[in-house]
T-cell receptor, first 116, second 110 residues
Framework: ETGVTQSPTHLIKTRGQQVTLRCSSQ?????VSWYQQALGQGPQFIFQ???????GRGNFPPRFSGLQFPNYSSELNVNALELDDSALYLC???????????????FGPGTRLLVL | GEDVEQSLFLSVREGDSSVINCTYT??????LYWYKQEPGAGLQLLTY?????DMKQDQRLTVLLNKKDKHLSLRIADTQTGDSAIYFC??????????FGTGTRLKVLA
């Protein structure tokens, strides 16, 4: 059984560009959540996907969007990058049997994004 | 509102016990979690406790929950240098998201 994996591990972009981050969920997990962790802070919830649909969203603007694929892998897309988007982006998967009772989340190693 | 608070730093000597504290605000939280984050790494789930429990023990880890005061603690017995990391408390807010604290940086002195 493989754990949660994310790619790339590191990324440097310039302000105004767009970025796509990828996540493969743990085997048997159909729910994926994305978090942003700024330096020295705890993770902040961005959104969650269950069976290819957005299941809930935190206080992030629409330029943060996502996708979940039939194999339950996921992408986080960020448009019009700003300097404050520099952070560690974490993906977490969970079994989520119904999508309404999310169980314990298991995190990937993250993608560190630097916006210059 | 949703808020989870933790003290920022804790320093202990190797072999001593560490106690990391956390307070949360959402009284409807069903699960509370402790995660560990080592430098440059993601979050590792250490343990969790269901809100109808007062205590949970898992090897060197003991979690205490005071639901009345919305206070959660993590005790690490016989702390080792490998336990040096940032520890995050998290509450499950509603059905789909976790609210994390800012983390407590634990430094274990040899």
């Amino acid at each position: 059984e493989t754990g949660v994996t994310q790619s790339p591990t590191h990324l440097i972009k310039t302000r105004g560009q767009q970025v796509t981050l990828r996540c493969s969920s743990q085997s048997g997990h159909n729910t994926v959540s994305w978090y942003q962790q700024a330096l020295g802070q705890g993770p902040q919830f961005i959104f969650q996907y269950y069976r290819e649909e957005e299941n809930g969203r935190g206080n992030f603007p629409p330029r943060f969007s996502g996708l979940q694929f039939p194999n339950y892998s996921s992408e986080l897309n960020v448009n019009a990058l700003e300097l404050d988007d520099s952070a560690l982006y974490l993906c977490a998967s969970s079994p989520g049997t119904s999508g309404r009772a999310v169980e314990t989340q298991y995190f990937g190693p993250g993608t560190r994004l630097l916006v210059l | 509102g949703e808020d989870v608070e933790q003290s920022l730093f804790l320093s202990v000597r190797e072999g001593d016990s560490s106690v990391i504290n956390c307070t949360y605000t959402d009284s409807s939280s069903t699960y509370l979690y402790w995660y560990k984050q080592e430098p440059g790494a993601g979050l590792q789930l250490l343990t969790y406790i269901f809100s109808n429990m007062d205590m949970k023990q898992d090897q060197r880890l003991t979690v205490l929950l005071n639901k009345k005061d919305k206070h959660l603690s993590l005790r690490i017995a016989d702390t080792q240098t490998g336990d040096s990391a940032i520890y995050f408390c998290a509450e499950r807010a509603g059905t789909y998201k976790y609210i994390f604290g800012t983390g407590t940086r634990l430094k274990v002195l040899a």
